[in-house]
């Protein structure tokens, strides 16, 4: 990217390179990873027994194991990408020309997504549980004017005022962000042999030991912080995990070596990941119910496991396939940002109103994926993308 189309994409404001050009593979695994993700919040619509915002009528247990499939990684993968993305323009800048822009790309986004996108959501939850009555200008007066509504109303709270609901990786994104910058002033200095040891990880280590503080988590905070809240203040388990990935990210972005060697390992690290999902799936049914530390260790580390192969293997790939230009990457780049900003809005919306015309299991689902993704084309291309006000406002220059 140029500094015409900068802040294009969201955790990146530049261009990825490396000193021997444009790394067109991690700019193409963040718009695949982002629409992995709107097809990921369309399927939470529909799948039997996992909560979400609002449901359908039409809901499945088939589609679970898909979901469970990438559920264990798929907003790991995103801060891997993110702190690969910011190990490409931190150089460029001081720290505080650095932590500035940050600051500017990532909040105003979320303080205008809060109060102005992620508002339909809590409508259309609050009305679907009969908490509130039809009337969305009436709704956001009491929004606007941090006004509570009924416990439950919509994220499980008692006390209801403004909600991130899945804008909530911006704010972790900008935490971690600012939160990397001593860390890489060290890594670049003192900290360089400890940097330039995890560079040269190669083979079998590349897949053990970043898999070593996961279960250190995973047996240390998990069993105070059991579940992910992204309530920022009580998410330790996910802060660990994903701070980790982030940092992970950061530090392999700009070494050629570190790449070539997921790509000579991506099958390898693929036909893995296939063996270890399968064992993700079936370890309960394996282990006895009074499993003892060592079985405790065993599926602890089939998980994080899974869940790292899963990732080595996308990078891996992704660096061999899609490391070349491709014509609609430009114009997808600067898409992702509004695009995540707009789409949940956009499911919910079209959920709760298709879901009054009992169109069925296989018509709902479609219209309400397809009219996701035109919805957020239309509204980038002829509203966002034209509009020098909108655009800061979506993460765009």
């Not at 994080?304 to 990457?329: F, Q, S």
């Not at 109103?353 to 009219?371: C, F, H, M, T």
């Not at 509203?383 to 406002?393: E, F, G, H, Q, Y």
Request: aromatic fraction near 16%; proline fraction near 5%; glycine fraction near 8%.
């Amino acid at each position: 990217m140029t500094d015409k189309n900068e802040n294009a994409a969201i955790a990146t404001s530049e261009l990825s390179t490396t000193d021997q050009g444009r790394r067109y593979d991690i700019d193409a695994l963040r718009v695949l990873a982002f629409s992995l993700l709107i097809l990921y919040h369309v399927a939470m619509f529909y799948v039997l027994d996992w909560g979400f915002h609002i449901k359908s009528a039409y809901q499945s247990e088939a589609i679970q194991v898909p979901m469970l499939l990438v559920n264990q990684w798929r907003m790991s993968l995103l801060f891997v990408i993110s702190g690969l993305a910011v190990s490409f323009v931190w150089h460029k800048y001081s720290a505080g020309q650095f932590a500035i822009r940050r600051v500017r790309s990532l909040l105003l986004p979320l303080l205008f997504g809060m109060a102005v996108i992620v508002a339909p959501q809590c409508y259309y939850e609050a009305l679907g549980k009969g908490i509130i009555e039809p009337g969305f200008p009436t709704f956001m007066i009491q929004y606007w004017t941090f006004q509570d509504f009924p416990g439950e109303a919509w994220a499980g709270e008692e006390q209801i005022h403004w909600t991130w609901n899945h804008l909530w990786y911006l704010p972790y994104l900008l935490i971690y962000t600012l939160l990397l910058i001593p860390l890489a002033r060290f890594l670049d200095g003192p900290g360089r042999r400890l940097r330039d040891w995890f560079r040269a990880l190669r083979g079998v280590w590349i897949i053990l030991l970043p898999t070593v503080p996961l279960m250190l988590y995973g047996y240390f905070i998990f069993p105070s912080f059991p579940r992910i809240t992204h309530a920022l203040l009580d998410d330790w388990y996910a802060h660990s995990m994903y701070f980790t990935f982030f940092v992970i990210g950061y530090l392999v972005g700009r070494d050629t070596g570190f790449w070539a060697e997921l790509a000579r390992l991506r099958k390898a690290t693929l036909a893995l990941a296939v063996c270890f999902f399968g064992l993700f799936m079936f370890r309960n049914a394996m282990m006895p119910d009074d499993a003892g530390f060592l079985l405790g260790q065993l599926s602890s580390a089939i998980t994080y496991l899974n869940r790292w192969l899963w990732i080595l293997a996308i990078l891996g790939w992704g660096h061999y396939l899609l490391n070349r230009p491709m014509k609609w990457l430009p114009y997808a780049t600067e898409a992702v940002y509004p695009w995540y900003i707009l789409h949940q809005t956009l499911i919910i919306i079209l959920g709760y109103e298709l879901g009054k015309l009992s169109l069925g299991p296989v018509a709902e689902p479609v219209l309400v994926l397809g009219g996701t993704i035109a919805g957020c084309l239309l509204i980038h291309e002829f509203v966002i993308r034209r509009n020098t006000l909108l655009r800061p406002l979506f993460g765009l220059k």
